[in-house]
């Protein structure tokens, strides 16, 4: 059977933000960690470190091999929460571990990796019918840091 994963290629750390994560999101586990025996382009034998894990249902690889390309927005990671309480308990973990905060939800892990942190109802609010109340809701997001999702449903209303 097929089997597809998102891939993150760290240049150092892998072990420490991979246990974070999965520390930090629910219902996620480690996996499997392998240490390459060979030489590679990214150095000598034991230089690199992959390991997999699952965040919720999703499926991750993630490599440690040095510097190549750094994080960026075209790929980030959207954590879903139902709940305030649990958007502001994952926000903080990360905040607290070294990210930076970012606008509309987005934080940016201390190793670079961009995240959307927000409420599961925020994609029906902004898929509306009624544009003028998707309108509403999208202009109050736009506003935020941190989503708030009373702010957002009261914005919907």
């Not at 089997?3 to 246990?19: R, Y």
């Not at 903080?92 to 606008?103: H, I, P, R, S």
Request: aromatic share 8%.
């Amino acid at each position: 059977m097929l089997k597809v994963s998102s891939n993150l290629w760290f240049e150092k750390e892998v072990l420490e933000a991979v246990e974070f994560y999965v520390a930090t999101i629910p219902n996620s586990s480690m996996g499997r960690t392998t240490v390459l025996p060979a030489k590679t382009p990214s150095g000598p034998p034991g230089s690199v470190i992959i390991t997999e894990f699952k965040l919720g249902s999703q499926d991750f690889v993630a490599m440690q091999a040095g510097l190549l390309d750094a994080f960026n927005h075209a790929f980030s990671i959207s954590v879903q929460c139902k709940t305030q309480a649990e958007i502001d308990r994952i926000w903080n973990a990360f905040l607290k571990n070294g990210g930076v905060e970012e606008q509309c939800g987005w934080l940016r892990d201390r190793w670079g990796l961009s995240w959307k942190i927000v409420p599961r109802v925020l994609m029906e609010m902004i898929a509306d019918p009624d544009r003028e109340r998707a309108k509403r809701v999208t202009e109050v997001m736009l506003g935020m840091v941190k989503l708030d999702v009373a702010k957002l449903e009261a914005a919907h209303r």
